[in-house]
């Protein structure tokens, strides 16, 4: 069984700083990428950003895009967000998601269905 464990959220002042981390684990497993995703109260789940596991590519929400970075250690097997410039937007759980098959165009990486192993999700609480 593959398990996927986030943590790293938390309550944050307008303006301050997050990083969440998601650690794979269990069996063996194809790594084609991981991401992140994000729902607020009310809200669908969205893409925030994802990084291809075997070049390293990035890519970003526009609403992160600037503030939000994502990075991987593949020697853990884990995958950060670091949260920069929160505002209150950006509160909502955060979830990481691992795809397992080839991403073969760039929008099948902002596709829930896409993702076949997803993390219990952590909250994020940005107070203006």
């Known amino acids: 069984q593959l398990a996927l464990v986030e943590s790293g959220g938390g309550l944050v002042q307008a303006g301050g700083s997050l990083r969440l981390s998601c650690a794979a684990s269990?069996?063996?497993?194809?790594?084609?990428?991981m991401s992140w995703f994000r729902q607020a109260p009310g809200k669908e789940r969205e893409f925030v950003a994802t990084i291809n596991w075997s070049s390293g590519n990035t890519y970003y929400a526009d609403s992160v895009k600037g503030r939000f970075t994502i990075s991987s250690e593949n020697a853990k097997n884990t995958v950060y967000l670091q949260m920069n410039s929160l505002n209150p937007e950006d509160t909502a759980v955060y979830y990481c998601?691992?795809?397992?098959?080839?991403?073969?165009?760039?929008?099948?990486?902002?596709?829930?269905?896409?993702?076949?192993?997803w993390g219990q999700g952590t909250q994020v609480t940005v107070s203006s």
């Open positions: 269990g069996r063996t497993f194809s790594r084609y990428a």
């Open positions: 998601a691992l795809g397992t098959r080839p991403f073969l165009t760039l929008s099948s990486y902002f596709t829930r269905e896409r993702y076949e192993y």
